[in-house]
C-alpha cells in the first residue's frame, strides 16, 4: 500500500536544530492530516492535525500541508531530547479522529543533546 | 490525556488458537477502533465501531476477527483461527466524538507462534 510515504530515517539531529519531517501521498481525496509521536514501547500520541492547505502552529511545532503537490511537513524548532521518538504523518478521507487512518511508515527522531 | 488501557500487553499463542485482545474503556468515550502494526510495516486501521455496531471496517478485518462491547464492557477484538501473519502490535484508540482526537493505548503485542 503506497498511498502514503515518508522516509523512515533514522534521523539524527543536535539539540536546538529544526527538524523536518515529511510525507507524500497520492490520494486527492484526503483531506485531514495529522502527525502522531510514538515513544517506544507506547501508542501513536497526537501532535497535530489540519484540514486542507495550510500551516499550523502549536508551540515549536509546525504543521505544513500542500494539497496541489500532495504533500505535508512537520517542523520542530528549537529540538529537544525529548523529542526523540518516531513520528508517524496520517490522514483520512472525510473525517478526522481516528477513523480509517492512512498512516506512513514513521521517521524515527534522535535529538542529540 | 485520558489513559486508554489495553490488556495483556504481550500475548504469545499457538497458530489455530483464538485470542481476544481488550481495551478498557472511560465511560465518555463512544468510538472505538482497532489499529495494527506489523514489525517493520505501518499502522495499519483495522475497525472502527459505535453504538455496539461497526461503523467501518478494511479489507484486513476479514472474518476471523470480530469485535464487541457487551454491556458498556470491554471493547474486545476476537481473532478466531491465528495465523502466523496475525503476529504484530494491536491498538486501540478510544474517542469522545467520531471527529475528535482519539487516544491510542499502548499496545498489545501478540505472537503467534
Known amino acids: 500500500q503506497k498511498e502514503v510515504e515518508q522516509d523512515p530515517g533514522p534521523l539524527s539531529v543536535p539539540e536546538g536544530a529544526i527538524v523536518s519531517l515529511n510525507c507524500t501521498y497520492s490520494?486527492?481525496?484526503?483531506?485531514?492530516f495529522m502527525w502522531y509521536r510514538q515513544y517506544s514501547r507506547k501508542g501513536p500520541e497526537l501532535l497535530m492535525y489540519?484540514?486542507?492547505?495550510g500551516n499550523k502552529e502549536d508551540g515549536r511545532f509546525t504543521a505544513q500541508v500542500d494539497k496541489s503537490s500532495k504533500y505535508i511537513s512537520l517542523f520542530i524548532r528549537d529540538s529537544q531530547p525529548s523529542d526523540s521518538a518516531t513520528y508517524l504523518c496520517?490522514?483520512?478521507?472525510?473525517?478526522?479522529?481516528?477513523?480509517?487512518?492512512?498512516f506512513g511508515t514513521g521517521t524515527r527522531l534522535t535529538v542529540i543533546p | 490525556e485520558p489513559e486508554v488501557t489495553q490488556t495483556p500487553s504481550h500475548q504469545v499463542t499457538q497458530m489455530g488458537q483464538e485470542v481476544i485482545l481488550r481495551c478498557v474503556p472511560i465511560?465518555?468515550?463512544?468510538?472505538f477502533y482497532w489499529y495494527r502494526q506489523i514489525l517493520g510495516q505501518k499502522v495499519e486501521f483495522l475497525v472502527s465501531f459505535y453504538n455496539n455496531e461497526i461503523s467501518e471496517k478494511s479489507e484486513i478485518f476479514d472474518d476471523q476477527f470480530s469485535v464487541e462491547r457487551p454491556d458498556g464492557s470491554n471493547f474486545t477484538l476476537k481473532i478466531r483461527s491465528t495465523k502466523l501473519e496475525d503476529s504484530a502490535m494491536y491498538f486501540c484508540a478510544r474517542a469522545v466524538k467520531r471527529n475528535t482526537e482519539a487516544f491510542f493505548g499502548q499496545g498489545t503485542r501478540l505472537t503467534v507462534v
Open positions: 465511560s465518555n468515550h463512544l468510538y
Open positions: 496520517a490522514m483520512n478521507y472525510g473525517l478526522s479522529g481516528a477513523n480509517n487512518l492512512f
Open positions: 490520494n486527492s481525496a484526503f483531506q485531514y
Open positions: 489540519t484540514y486542507s492547505s
